[in-house]
């Protein structure tokens, strides 16, 4: 079992800036694939950002490429997801999740879920 617990987030206007942080504990997540997804209010989830086993594969949504980075710290076993340049859009709360191995986009790929933390961008 791998229990994720989710920190940062908040509010923050346009343009501005934002990290969340998501630490692990029960297992290393050195094998795992970590992800960020997120749900906006009577959306559906959808994925964000992913972070392979592997060292330097990453992946993400085109709605945040260029703007999102994630990365993982492997000895903290913590996985971050910074965010920069937001917009309102981006506004939804956000959810990391753990896999076996590879990435996947599908929210029902993933076994281990974060409680989610709000992310509220003001225009």
């Known amino acids: 079992q791998v229990q994720l617990v989710q920190s940062g987030g908040g509010l923050v206007q346009a343009g501005g800036s934002l990290r969340l942080s998501c630490a692990a504990s029960?297992?290393?997540?050195?094998?795992?694939?970590m992800a960020w997804f997120r749900q906006a209010p009577g959306k559906e989830r959808e994925f964000v950002a992913a972070?392979?086993?592997?060292?330097?594969?990453?992946f993400y949504a085109d709605s945040v490429k260029g703007r999102f980075t994630i990365s993982r710290d492997n000895a903290k076993n913590t996985v971050y997801l910074q965010l920069n340049s937001l917009k309102p859009e981006d506004t939804a709360v956000y959810y990391c999740?753990?896999?076996?191995?590879?990435?996947?986009?599908?929210?029902?790929?993933?076994?281990?879920w974060g409680q989610g933390t709000a992310v509220t961008v003001s225009s």
């Open positions: 029960g297992r290393p997540i050195s094998p795992y694939a």
């Open positions: 972070a392979n086993w592997g060292a330097g594969s990453t």
């Open positions: 999740a753990a896999r076996n191995v590879v990435y996947s986009t599908d929210v029902r790929a993933y076994d281990y």
